[in-house]
């Protein structure tokens, strides 16, 4: 079983400025994954960044990227040059076990400043 | 490619009433997913298929909650009856792989 908590449920950035979502997490398995999703208004879940727990890179896709801590069982996000349409519910989730359920957060609301 | 369909994208029924949601796939991918996604919390799985069968219905509370995969293709999802808590929105997902699930648009459905 995974449990995930995001335990910022609103953010803000000014434009081009960088943020960070933070997100821990616990698993009791051993191969998972661990994911951003980003949802806009309009409720589409669209993909932002994957990291495989067996890699010790941090996942990098654009300008976003992951600082990944194993041990600590953190996940945080950092979102660069911010953008007005990066402005979004942002969830951290985790996938493992026989299924590779997902597992998510609650979210945290990203408002982006101009 | 064309992405997850769903059908409809909103609904408002009484409760005691009973609601059908509809789900299309992405063309291939085996896996498809139901999730409940109550406002302000993050989704919560329902009931996950591998094709035709069902993996996972561990959070589905089955007896007013039933889906079905025909073929291994398009799904249903219904709830008969319907009770206030349920009013949420319904995203469907489908996969090719384990590490990546592809989400449709929702249904927002609202019980009164």
């Known amino acids: 079983a995974q449990t995930v908590t995001q335990s910022q449920p609103e953010m803000s950035v000014q434009e081009a400025e960088t943020v960070t979502l933070s997100c821990t997490y616990d698993t009791s398995e051993s191969d998972y994954y661990l994911f951003w999703y980003k949802q806009p208004p309009s409720r589409q879940m669209i993909l932002v960044i994957r990291?495989?727990?067996?890699?010790?890179q941090n996942a990098t896709e654009n300008r976003f990227s992951v600082n990944f801590q194993k041990a600590a069982k953190s996940f945080s996000l950092k979102i660069s040059d911010s953008q007005l349409g990066d402005a979004a519910m942002y969830f951290c989730a985790g996938s493992g076990g026989s299924n590779y359920k997902l597992t998510f957060g609650k979210g945290t609301l990203l408002t982006v400043n101009p | 490619e064309a992405g997850v369909a769903q059908s409809p994208r909103y609904k408002i029924i009484e409760k005691r009433q009973s609601v059908a949601f509809w789900c299309n796939p992405i063309s291939g991918h085996a896996t498809l997913y139901w999730y409940q996604q109550i406002l302000g919390q993050g989704p919560k799985l329902l009931i996950q298929?591998?094709?035709?069968?069902?993996?996972?219905d561990s959070q589905l509370p089955k007896d007013r909650f039933s889906a079905e995969r025909l073929k291994g293709v398009d799904s249903t999802l219904k709830i008969q009856p319907a009770k206030l808590e349920d009013s949420a929105v319904y995203l469907c997902?489908?996969?090719?792989?384990?590490?990546?699930?592809?989400f449709g648009p929702g249904t927002r459905l609202t019980v009164t």
């Open positions: 298929f591998q094709n035709n069968g069902v993996v996972d």
């Open positions: 997902a489908s996969s090719l792989t384990v590490y990546e699930q592809y």
């Open positions: 990291q495989e727990a067996y890699k010790q």
